[in-house]
């Protein structure tokens, strides 16, 4: 069964900083979908990363995917306030499931 | 671009008392459709999928159901709510052909069961 683990669960940052979210997951999956949520909102996708050594980057928010290593990383270059959110990962669980997994979600809070 | 309608948005039940929740999608046809709940805490976890119309899979056995009587059409019912289906409720489609592959969420339905 797949699992999606993310780290940190909580990351407190001061505006201007660099940091990385993880995301590991357990089996083979082809592809890997970042999402954000607003508090009290619903997902919005940021990034869909399909296949190896893929990255994609938006703003301040650079994605990328290593699928040998079973490991996606979020990278936030000079945060802002604006990007406190909590960020999921999720990816599909093997062979044709319709079932999106997701990681537990890293709460981001940006201070100034 | 797709568009995915929940509601109602917010509501409070009481412990026992029945529960339906709609979802409906526009702009896109024959989607794959999910139901979410994200509990307190945050995680998401996969309800119900469908396919097509009436079919549903179920993940997590439960006192919900889910029904599909029409192609963009999609609902979340109860009999009999429990506490702990207190959540977050999301609806999501996925568009069959599209290489990302991604789930489209709606807006979401806030259930607290007192």
């Known amino acids: 069964e797949l699992k999606v683990e993310q780290n940190p669960l909580f990351l407190s940052m001061q505006e201007g900083k660099n940091y990385t979210i993880y995301c590991n997951y357990s089996?083979?999956?082809?592809?890997l979908y970042w999402y954000r949520q607003d508090p009290g909102k619903s997902l919005e996708s940021l990034f869909v990363l399909l296949s190896n050594g893929a990255v994609k980057q938006e703003g301040r928010l650079m994605a990328s995917l290593d699928t040998k290593a079973r490991l996606s990383t979020l990278h936030i270059t000079a945060a802002v306030h604006d990007l406190s959110a909590t960020y999921f990962c999720?990816?599909?669980?093997?062979?044709?499931?319709?079932?999106?997994?997701f990681g537990k979600g890293t709460k981001l809070t940006v201070n100034p | 671009s797709q568009t995915i309608h929940q509601w109602p948005a917010t509501l409070v039940q009481p412990v026992g008392s029945p529960l339906s929740l709609e979802c409906t999608v526009e702009?896109?046809?024959?989607?794959?459709l999910y139901w979410y709940r994200q509990a307190a805490g945050r995680g998401l976890q996969l309800l119900f999928y469908?396919?097509?119309?009436?079919?549903i899979s179920s993940e997590v056995p439960q006192n919900l159901s889910a029904s599909r009587p029409q192609d963009r059409q999609f609902i979340l019912s109860s009999k009999k709510l429990l506490l702990s289906d207190s959540g977050f409720y999301l609806c999501a489609s996925r568009i069959i052909g599209l290489v990302s592959g991604e789930l489209f969420f709606g807006e979401g339905s806030r259930l607290t069961v007192l």
């Open positions: 089996t083979t999956s082809d592809r």
């Open positions: 469908s396919v097509g119309i009436g079919q």
């Open positions: 702009g896109t046809s024959n989607p794959n």
């Open positions: 999720a990816a599909w669980a093997q062979g044709g499931s319709e079932k999106l997994v």
